[in-house]
Every structure is written in structure tokens, then in C-alpha cells.
């Protein structure tokens, strides 16, 4: 069903793999709405969230989700450690070893640095963005709301739209949509798509009307700013009236197509507000509610097969 002892991206996944995901996580979503939202699934074990770089959507969610599972939940303030006094990854990875935690949520600005703790710690790691490597859970929170909107995640065209330069969920996003058999179509501009994206198996395009035609999802992107060294657009406002989504350019994509952004959002930069809050189109606060289940699902697996190498 699901073997991996990590779930460090979407890379190593196999379509079975996150399907197996997704339904789990479809069960969990109708655990979130019923009155009862708690299970034993994590009971007894240690979840410690260590986020390196600020994230108050991510971190919140993954210790909802860890609670609602019954996990002791902890969060450590990597902004005031001694990492911060000079303390290296491998020390911190074995401070963490000798308070034996089982479930480790690891967010850091370097790329392939939870990848490296996954190495040296003794539990099950689970990345929460690495740089601009991945962020899995992003991606299949998206994949799990566009199933439950559209009916099916395969044959679909879906255009990710902005910053694909400096998006770990881009990335993510673009590698599971392609493992599920979708056209992938990315659209900004030159300065912020990297060379080579077509080695993803992508179409690139740089102006919204064709990025935006018969699309069935179109998922916009936040400027990244904070991983900005430069000039990468002329200014907010030309960059809202070429690239930003509004209502006009919405008309390329199909009459159903549906919205995503995996937030925070920059209104009238990257998104009109307006249909950023048209709940016929936008899908924005039903990812983040698909976020809490997709969360509890892979801690739920990764729970699952820790337990089975230690009998």
C-alpha cells in the first residue's frame, strides 16, 4: 500500500503511492467535518515540528493533524536555537536522536537538508519544504482537492502560473501531475521559469492567454521575494497586469476550470482578490482544509510502517 519509512517528495513516489495517500485522505476529510475529529492512529508516539524558516499555515496544520491523531505533539523554535549559536544539522540530529522522537516535520531553507536529517535520525521524516527541492504535502493537498473537485487527477490540463524559479511547489506539483498522466502547462515570465523545464516533461509559456487555454485547473503562484537576489520583474503592478489572474485572463481556460493558490496570497499582485474569494471558481480555503487531511494520512502511513520495523 504504502512502504516508504520517509516522505521526503514526490520524486520516489509511484502513482500507487499517492493514491493510496489520497483515499486515506479522503477518509480523514470526513473525519475533519464530523464532530468527532480525533483518532489513535499516532497515539503514543512524539511528533516534533521543526520549522528553520517561519510558515504559520504549514506548521499549524501539521500539528492539527498530529493532535487529531493522538500524537504528543511538540514544536521547536529553530529561529532562537543553537543552531542559531552554531550548532550543525548532524548535531541537532542527534540531540533529536537521544529524545527519541518517531515522527520528525522538518521545514529548512536549504535544499537536500531534510534529506540529510532523514539520515541520521532514528524515525520517520517528513519534509515540510526544503529550499527550492519540494514540498510534498503542498502537492498533494493540491492533487487531493482537484480529485475531489473534478472527479479524477489523470488527463487533465493544468497551468501553474508565476514564480516557477524559486517554487519548491511548483516542483512538486509539476512531478506528481506528471506521474498522474495530466499536460502540464507552466507560464511567467523568461526571468522567473529556469532553463531546462522541459526535461520535466512541461509545455512553457509566457503569455497568460495561451497559458490560461482550455485549462481545467489553474494554479497561480506567490512572488517569492525572500529567494529574490535582483531584478526579476520591472514592477508589482506591470508584473499584476501581465501575469497576475483576473477575471478577463480567466476566460482562456475552460468554463469549469477551478483556481488554486497555496497561499499566503499577494491580492492584486499575483491574484484579483475578487475571484480569489469567488467560492464558484476559487478552491483556496478548500486546500487548506484538504491540507489537514493529507497531513494526518502520511503521518497515519509513515506511523504504520514504523511500527511494523519495530515488532
Known sequence: MFSHRHLLGIEHLSPSDITAILDLADTYVDRTRSPDKHGTALAGLTQINMFFENSTRTQSSFELA???????????????????????????????????????????????????????????????????????????????????????????????????????????????????????????????????????????????????????????????????????????????????LDAAKLKAAKPDAIVMHPGPMNRGVEIDGTLADDINVSVIQEQVEMGVAVRMAAMDLLARNLKEARA
Open 66 to 244: 498530529g493532535k487529531r491523531l493522538g500524537a504528543d505533539v511538540m514544536n521547536m523554535a529553530m529561529q532562537t536555537s543553537s543552531v542559531k549559536k552554531g550548532e550543525t544539522l548532524i548535531d541537532t540530529a542527534m540531540t533529536l536522536n537521544a529524545m527519541h522522537p518517531d515522527i520528525l516535520v522538518v521545514r529548512h531553507p536549504s535544499s537536500g537538508a531534510v534529506n540529510l536529517l532523514a539520515e541520521k535520525v532514528n524515525c520517520a521524516v517528513l519534509n515540510a519544504g526544503d529550499g527550492r527541492h519540494e514540498h510534498p504535502t503542498q502537492a498533494l493537498l493540491d492533487a487531493l482537492t482537484i480529485r475531489r473537485r473534478k472527479g479524477r487527477l489523470h488527463r487533465l490540463t493544468v497551468a501553474i502560473c508565476g514564480d516557477i524559479a524559486h517554487s519548491r511547489v511548483a516542483r512538486s506539483n509539476i512531478i506528481l501531475l506528471g506521474k498522474m498522466e495530466n499536460r502540464v502547462r507552466i507560464v511567467g515570465p523568461a526571468t522567473l521559469i529556469p532553463s531546462g523545464m522541459d526535461r520535466l516533461g512541461v509545455e512553457v509559456e509566457h503569455d497568460m492567454k495561451a497559458g490560461l487555454a482550455d485549462a481545467d485547473v489553474v494554479m497561480m503562484l506567490r512572488l517569492q521575494k525572500e529567494r529574490m537576489s535582483g531584478a526579476f520583474i520591472p514592477s508589482e503592478r506591470e508584473y499584476y497586469h501581465r501575469f497576475g
